[in-house]
């Protein structure tokens, strides 16, 4: 499978702790994004990376959330201290040069707080 | 907030039947992109219309993007069940780094 990989699928946390999550982009994509979504609502963007750079944060991202493309490749989202607002799905997405082109998307993380 | 608007949220039509879905936004896009999402699935990406006016169909599929580049719309002739899903318009705000989702359209087609 050359698409979208996301992992875990499915993590279930207690308030206060650490989740990290990984995406593996579409090798040839230099760019890639992090969305947040909750039910019945569309994808939120949360940040963008153009190959190892980091270009764009929403405002809406706390200082508890950080992301990472160390090497231009796949990228993590580390969300410290979690809160049961953070409960959502993390869909992470790819879009090969030169840009304003199409997303696409991993399965998705799908985080639940308790 | 979201600055692209979807209306109407929910659908629901007979199967034959047609839909359609309409994307607003504030502001000018450059390009608008149309999203699939089948239910416990990821968006899917459909289209992209860039020119203003322009008109572009997909088998039973219509797109339209707005003269002004401001507002975009889809539709559906004569649904399937295959069909059923949630329908999100996107665009780019202030630059091409971001896309706006609307909250989408969600349909669903009773065989």
């Known amino acids: 499978d050359t698409g979208v990989s996301q992992n875990p699928r499915h993590k279930i946390t207690k308030r206060g702790q650490n989740v990290t999550f990984r995406c593996d982009p579409i090798?040839?994509?230099?760019?890639l994004y992090w969305y947040r979504q909750t039910l019945g609502q569309g994808p939120e963007f949360l940040t963008y990376?153009?190959?190892?750079?980091?270009?764009?944060k929403s405002r809406l991202l706390s200082d508890r959330f950080s992301a990472e493309r160390p090497k231009g490749s796949f990228s993590t989202l580390e969300i410290q201290r979690t809160e049961q607002g953070d409960s959502a799905m993390y869909l992470c997405?790819?879009?090969?040069?030169?840009?304003?082109?199409?997303?696409?998307f991993g399965q998705g993380t799908r985080l639940t707080v308790v | 907030g979201q600055q692209v608007m979807q209306i109407p949220q929910y659908q629901h039509v007979q199967e034959g039947e047609d839909f359609t879905t309409y994307c607003n936004s504030s502001?000018?896009?450059?390009?608008i992109q149309w999203y699939k999402q089948r239910p416990g699935g990821h968006p899917v990406f459909l289209i992209q219309?860039?020119?203003?006016?322009e008109v572009k169909k997909q088998k039973r599929l219509t797109f339209q993007f707005g003269e002004a580049k401001k507002n975009s719309s889809l539709h559906i002739t004569a649904t399937q069940t295959t069909d059923v899903g949630t329908y999100f318009c996107a665009g780019p705000i202030s630059n091409f780094n971001k896309f706006y989702f609307g909250s989408g359209t969600k349909l669903n087609v009773k065989p």
């Open positions: 219309l860039v020119k203003s006016g």
């Open positions: 090798s040839e994509h230099n760019r």
């Open positions: 997405a790819s879009s090969p040069p030169p840009g304003n082109t199409e997303a696409f």
């Open positions: 990376f153009q190959n190892e750079a980091q270009l764009e």
């Open positions: 502001t000018t896009l450059s390009n």
